[in-house]
């Protein structure tokens, strides 16, 4: 049984007098007394603003709605709420106005790539499916924050149907990220809909959900979701644990739930300053991740949306952390630390440099504790030519059931089969001038 603390037990009496201890367990209650504005937050927390900062809450808040889940709320504490990493995630600050120059509502481009609404398309193989316009809690970071609030509403099923028609018209998709919003707001009919319809489609080998429930709402991995879910694999779940207090009894039984129906779960965490860019915060949160059987997948740099000035770090900050991390901890304890790249370049993976160089035979690494040591490559390596003809290649590979793709951007140049010598921007000047000539 999971505790109730005396602190909610009194928190959920002054949301709801009728209140009974069932309800804080379950989540539609908390989903129908989120908190979204200034007063009820004071009044739960026992703190109170100055009129003038309450003011400036309240305008942010008009720009950027406010949601908190009373569960997430009571992770805060309260005495020291103004330093809190969870008070910070989930509540306005007035910084969040202030658009520098080179922010942007989009900069994934997310709407760009979209052949139909709520598909975004920008990889060969996968595909990122906006299932829900809705979460339970807003995060202040949230990259998509021009969205958040637009329509308060589930998309329905003929919305949905033209997503999925898409998916089953494109051969090439054989992975689907759910996300949104977060996919865990719809209903388990409306869930299990979904994934038998997409699991129905033969090129689907891989439904991904990202849902940040079981940081913010555990409540909601029930047992009836769970079993649902553990009828459509395989399916994989990431979430967004961003710092290690946000572990509690009920965050840790989601966990343990999603694992124990076989579901292979990942992390995404978010490089925030002022609540986890710190090599030591980070490693204690791998650490409780792992521990739950969560793999820390993605670390990533803060994006340029409109709204998060307030939150970005330098990138060597986050190149300090994978530093402290790589060497010093468990391999699968390494997220790897992406910058998603503005203007939909997709993520670019970061690293701190360990190949320090490079001869005709030997290379030179250095390791986490600074040695420095060489490797000494083959004399004799059999630097084949590949012609791609793989039916009659000497390395052994089942053709009829590997995925085969058209050669693209860097792999293209390195490919013996293909013609391609250069990558081109498409304003290069100096071929533009050579054209004119001709
Ligand atoms: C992150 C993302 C994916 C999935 O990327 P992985 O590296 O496979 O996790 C797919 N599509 C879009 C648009 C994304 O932003």
Request: glycine share 4%; with cysteine; hydrophobic share 35%.
């Amino acid at each position: 049984m999971i505790a109730y603390t005396e602190e909610q037990q009194s928190m959920a009496t002054s949301i709801d007098a009728d209140v009974e201890r069932r309800h804080w367990f379950d989540w539609r209650w908390h989903i129908k007394h989120t908190i979204r504005d200034i007063a009820t937050f004071e009044r739960l927390l026992g703190v109170e603003f100055e009129p003038e900062e309450r003011r400036d809450l309240e305008e942010t808040a008009a720009r950027f709605p406010l949601s908190i889940t009373p569960y997430y709320l009571s992770l805060i504490d309260r005495e020291n709420f103004r330093q809190d990493p969870v008070y910070k995630q989930a509540f306005p600050v007035s910084q969040e106005l202030q658009v520098e120059p080179h922010d942007m509502a989009d900069p994934l481009h997310e709407d760009q790539d979209s052949p139909v609404p709520g598909i975004t398309h920008r990889y060969p193989d996968r595909v990122l499916f906006h299932v829900a316009n809705v979460c339970s809690m807003y995060c202040r970071h949230c990259t998509r924050k021009r969205k958040v609030g637009d329509i308060d509403s589930i998309p329905d099923r003929t919305i949905m149907q033209a997503g999925i028609d898409y998916i089953r018209e494109t051969e090439r998709v054989r992975d689907v990220l759910l996300s949104g919003g977060d996919p865990l707001m719809l209903s388990d009919d409306m869930l299990d809909w979904l994934l038998t319809e997409l699991r129905a489609i033969p090129h689907v080998e891989v439904i991904r959900i990202g849902s940040r429930m079981p940081v913010v709402l555990p409540y909601r991995i029930t047992p009836e979701l769970t079993a649902m879910l553990s009828r459509h694999h395989p399916l994989w779940l990431n979430t967004h644990f961003n710092h290690p207090v946000e572990f509690s009894p009920a965050s840790r039984q989601a966990l343990r739930r999603l694992a124990d129906a076989g579901i292979p779960l990942g992390n995404q965490s978010v490089l925030l300053a002022e609540v986890n860019d710190c090599p030591r915060i980070m490693t204690s949160l791998v650490h409780k991740l792992v521990a739950s059987r969560v793999r820390p997948y993605y670390l990533y740099q803060c994006d340029l949306s409109e709204g998060l000035t307030h939150f970005r770090t330098p990138v060597g900050k986050g190149i300090e952390i994978i530093e402290n991390l790589i060497g010093h901890t468990s391999g699968f304890a390494v997220p790897t630390y992406v910058i998603d790249a503005p203007g939909g370049g997709g993520k670019i993976p970061i690293m701190p440099n360990y190949l320090i160089s490079w001869s005709a035979n030997k290379v030179v690494l250095r390791n986490y504790e600074g040695v420095i040591c060489t490797y000494r490559e083959p004399d004799d390596y059999p630097s084949r030519f590949c012609d791609r003809k793989c039916a009659t290649c000497n390395l052994q590979l089942d053709t009829g059931d590997s995925y085969e793709h058209d050669p693209l951007g860097i792999s293209k140049l390195l490919a013996d089969y293909d013609e391609t010598f250069s990558l081109v921007p498409q304003d290069n000047e100096r071929l533009e001038r050579r054209e004119d000539e001709e």
